[in-house]
Nanobody, 123 residues
Framework: QVQLAESGGGSVETGRSLRLSCAVP????????MAWFRQAPGKEREGVAV???????KYGDSVKGRFTIARDNNKNTLYLHMNSLQPEDTAIYYC?????????????????WGQGTQVTVSS
C-alpha cells in the first residue's frame, strides 16, 4: 500500500524553480528518515536529498546549492525546493522513507515509496 503522495511536478523553463511536496502519514513523519530520488528515462534511480529525523540532511552532488529538502511539521509534509532548474533535472521524482536512522542516498536503503511526480525542464 502506497502511503507517500508526491505532488508539485510540472514543466518549466531552464533557470526556473519548482517545489515538490510529499504528504506523509504521521507515524512515518515522526520517526523515519525521508528522502527524494529521481529517475530519468534510461537511467538508474538517483538520490537527490535525504532528511534524517534528527534534522541532518545530505544532498547529491548534482543538486548541491540548488535544491533544498525541508519539512513542515504542521502539515506532515516533506518538500523539495528546486532552484536554477536545468534540462538534466528532467526526471520522475520520488519520495521515499525508511524507519532506520539513515542518511543514505541509496535507493535500496528505503522501504516506503511514493508513485512519483514528473518534472520536465525545457531549454
Amino acid at each position: 500500500q502506497v502511503q507517500l503522495a508526491e505532488s508539485g511536478g510540472g514543466s518549466v523553463e531552464t533557470g526556473r524553480s519548482l517545489r515538490l511536496s510529499c504528504a506523509v502519514p504521521l507515524y512515518i513523519y515522526n520517526s523515519y528518515s525521508m528522502a527524494w530520488f529521481r529517475q530519468a528515462p534510461g537511467k538508474e534511480r538517483e538520490g537527490v536529498a535525504v532528511f534524517r529525523f534528527d534534522g541532518n540532511t545530505k544532498y547529491g552532488d548534482s543538486v548541491k546549492g540548488r535544491f533544498t529538502i525541508a519539512r513542515d511539521n504542521n502539515k506532515n509534509t516533506l518538500y523539495l525546493h528546486m532552484n536554477s532548474l536545468q534540462p538534466e533535472d528532467t526526471a520522475i521524482y520520488y519520495c521515499a522513507a525508511d524507519r532506520r536512522s539513515i542518511l543514505s542516498l541509496v535507493p535500496s536503503d528505503y522501504s516506503q515509496w511514493g508513485q512519483g511526480t514528473q518534472v520536465t525542464v525545457s531549454s
